[in-house]
């Protein structure tokens, strides 16, 4: 297997940190605007349904531009790609502050988007190959954002909107991408491409990316219409890249164990784990009757809990190994699951942050070993390919798990009490937890990086 030369570990620090800046930017910013719908309505003069699209329109244009980002990788290099996304990003977001109507915001997002959607597999992309042996010692610190950023995102998000008003949810945002681009173009590397020249799958690309943005709204937003098409088009898509030599999504990728393991996981993790997350603050609005300020406060123990795990996982992973690692992981936040499954019995708020704290740890050694397996497997020509397809596989099962959750509490709010079920929901996410256990089991013993 081809792997990178080893690089200096102050030279790995820095482009971790602007590759964590970066992510920091994207998954802020998908979270930041969920505090500030009503006043954006309020302001616009729009329905809070028309304006509820600023949300969506950023997460489909961001899952259509994720399929491209291998290719893109390939062609043009990872440094170029991903300096092209973060400029984007700021456009739009700057572009989104002096929105004057709905439709304009909405557009504006879009932008913002594929910007966003890029800068996650390129930014993975970019680190695993300058890594190559280093990856498992550092992939917890480049993996943070994740587990922080969602928290933030509500807190910096509902201080802005109090203080400032709605469009400082995107002005306050648009130094740090200046500076984020500003800091990668010194810092980043500039390895030519790779030398890839094949054709871009057009075909490909007019399935997969309306399929899967279509399929993750349907899902999102309960349209069967729009899920049903998506699913149709990502089969197509999945019959055309058999016949193709060179598809947008290898799906080839898939002989390796390595990747097929890690994929079947984060799939699973996506659809269950990290899916579930999407109850807890809803729980603390609707039934604890907490501000989204307060919400994000409550759920601080979780951040907590996956940041001390993070950052700690490069030696964890070295001492323990993938396999065990995960399951550990996968124990921990089963375990800090069980008491939301008790919630019409009233648990106490102790009781209730503890459970946070042990679930976070968990989801933090969940983190490391997928990644590691994941891009370790792999030569490091196809890294690209490879964090491109993990980012759909990641996704698509977010958003199915996100869907069947929130149709569980829909039907059981009707017949039993928000506390009730909320409790029957997270009985549902601890057994879809539990499957994750099975693909753990098939990690490999030691990190292959």
């Not at 098409?229 to 030599?245: E, Q």
């Amino acid at each position: 297997m081809t792997t990178a030369v080893a690089r200096p570990d102050a030279a790995l620090w820095k482009l971790g940190g602007v590759l964590i800046m970066g992510a920091v930017l994207s998954i802020l910013d998908a979270t930041i605007v969920t505090v500030g719908i009503d006043s954006i309505a309020r302001d616009l003069g729009s329905p809070v349904t028309t304006v509820q699209w600023v949300a969506s329109a950023y997460l489909l244009a961001a899952s259509a531009a994720i399929p491209l980002s291998g290719w893109l990788t390939d062609r043009f290099g990872g440094r170029a790609v991903w300096l092209t996304a973060v400029a984007i990003f700021t456009a739009g977001t700057l572009l989104c502050g002096f929105a004057w109507s709905a439709p304009a915001l909405i557009a504006f997002r879009v932008l913002h988007g594929l910007g966003g959607g890029l800068m996650q597999p390129v930014g993975q992309a970019v680190f695993a190959q300058a890594a190559g042996p280093a990856l498992g010692r550092m992939i917890g610190v480049i993996t943070l954002p994740a587990t922080v950023a969602p928290v933030l995102g509500p807190l910096l998000g509902g201080a802005l909107v109090a203080d400032f008003g709605w469009r400082w949810m995107f002005f306050g945002v648009v130094p740090l991408g200046l500076a984020t681009f500003v800091v990668a173009r010194r810092l980043l590397p500039a390895p030519a491409p790779s030398g890839a020249r094949s054709p871009l799958d057009v075909r490909g690309i007019l399935l997969l990316s309306p399929g899967l943005a279509a399929f993750v709204y349907g899902l999102a937003e309960g349209v069967a219409v729009a899920g049903v098409a998506g699913a149709v088009l990502v089969l197509a898509y999945g019959v055309h890249a058999c016949r193709t030599p060179s598809p947008v999504l290898d799906l080839k990728l898939f002989r390796d164990r390595g990747f097929s393991v890690a994929s079947v996981s984060t799939f699973l993790l996506g659809a269950s784990l990290y899916s579930s997350m999407v109850l807890l603050p809803l729980y603390y609005e609707q039934v604890e009757h907490a501000s989204p300020w307060e919400a994000g406060l409550l759920l601080a123990p979780q951040a907590l809990g996956s940041a001390a795990v993070l950052l700690a996982g490069g030696r964890l992973l070295a001492r323990f190994g993938p396999r065990r690692m995960m399951l550990a992981g996968i124990g921990l936040s089963l375990l800090g699951t069980v008491v939301f499954t008790q919630l019409a019995s009233a648990p106490g708020g102790v009781l209730l942050t503890a459970s946070l704290l042990i679930r976070g740890a968990g989801l933090g050694a969940a983190t490391a070993p997928g990644m590691t397996t994941l891009y370790g497997s792999l030569e490091r020509s196809r890294i690209p390919r490879a964090a491109s397809a993990f980012n759909v596989i990641n996704r698509v099962g977010g958003s199915l798990g996100t869907a069947l959750l929130a149709a569980i509490l829909h039907s059981a709010l009707t017949s039993s009490s928000p506390a009730t079920a909320f409790g029957t929901a997270f009985t549902w996410a601890l057994g879809l937890s539990a499957l994750t256990l099975v693909p753990a089991a098939f990690f490999p013993r030691r990190s292959t990086r």
